[in-house]
């Protein structure tokens, strides 16, 4: 065979083994940034999971609201609404601050949080929320080294008072609210604000005393109760889109025909020790939980 032809031909195969070599070698340098993508992020939730646990466990809790744990749920809530450690978060109306106890810690090394408590339209009302707003203060004020980074604001009538809420944070959350917003007229308005909030991509994650299908507008605001649909059709209406729905915290013992609506189950137990331990064995109320999403 001709020298140069038999060297070309060499030199051809080298070159192709070389190639497919390299060929190889980018393969498997994709694979391990896949792999190592996979590694980290499972290390991050591993990581967010167990300071959610450290919260929940930390001594800010009280027994009592260790005890509600078992209806609420609140770690696999958190979970499910996608809450990461670095986040900036707004709660909405925090009421006493059963979740703020487990946001505040685990949002302070590399996180924010954002409370929003409710101040209704209603004179009448609103007298109530300016109490119950004070008495949370006092307690956040009381305890800095756990709440000194949470930063407090009101909602009224659809707007955020107190700090600049355009499009600040990854995660808006609403427990047990919805009813509230339907009888003061202001669902609507608070759903907008919600979605003005949140960053394009961000979460709206709401827990609600969930009513039977078909139930009327009046009969959400006797009972506390509010259907799925009306919920949906409300925070869609905003802007939003439903990405899941999950029943963490379903009770299908709750079968909601009580004379003082969702308010005689526990905590509240509005009727006093009138079948209490009829009420006390079915618990917390059947409540939906959704996610959504701003596009």
């Known amino acids: 065979m001709n020298p140069i032809r038999l060297a070309r031909g060499r030199a051809i195969a080298i070159a192709a083994t070389c190639f497919m070599l390299a060929l190889t070698g980018c393969a498997s340098s994709s694979s391990d940034t896949r792999n190592s993508s996979r590694d980290s992020q499972s290390q991050s939730q591993a990581a967010g999971a167990a300071s959610l646990d450290a919260a929940m466990a930390g001594s800010q809790r009280s027994d009592k609201a260790r005890a509600r744990d078992v209806y609420r749920h609140p770690r696999e809530t958190l979970q499910f609404f996608e809450l990461a450690p670095t986040q900036t978060v707004l709660e909405i109306a925090p009421g006493g601050g059963w979740y703020t106890d487990i946001l505040a810690p685990y949002l302070r090394n590399s996180g924010q949080l954002y409370e929003a408590q409710y101040l209704s339209t209603s004179a ?3 007298a109530e929320d300016d109490a119950t707003d004070a008495a949370y203060r006092r307690k956040l004020a009381d305890a800095p080294a ?3 980074n949470v930063v407090v604001g009101t909602l009224h009538a659809g707007r955020f ?3 600049d809420a355009h499009e600040r944070f990854d995660r808006v959350f609403t427990f047990r609210n ?3 917003w339907i009888k003061d007229g202001q669902i609507d308005a608070n759903l907008r604000a919600f979605y003005g909030a949140l960053k394009h991509g961000g979460v709206l994650g709401v827990e609600e ?3 039977r299908p078909g139930a009327s507008v009046q009969q959400m605001i006797d009972s506390g109760y509010v259907t799925e649909a009306f919920v949906i059709e409300h925070a869609q209406a905003a802007g939003f889109v439903l990405v899941a729905r999950s029943e963490i915290n379903a009770n299908a ?3 909601k025909d009580y004379p003082h609506g969702v308010w005689s189950l526990p905590p509240t137990y509005k009727g006093g020790d009138v079948d209490r331990s009829r009420y006390a064995a079915i618990g917390e109320s059947d409540r939906m939980t959704l996610r959504f999403a701003k596009p």
Do not use: M, Q, S
Request: aromatic letters at 12%; proline letters at 0%.
């Open 124 to 126: 009448d009302l609103a």
């Open 146 to 148: 756990v709440y000194g």
């Open 161 to 163: 008072i107190g700090f």
């Open 178 to 180: 919805i009813h509230n």
């Open 209 to 211: 005393h969930r009513a």
């Open 253 to 255: 013992k709750d079968t």
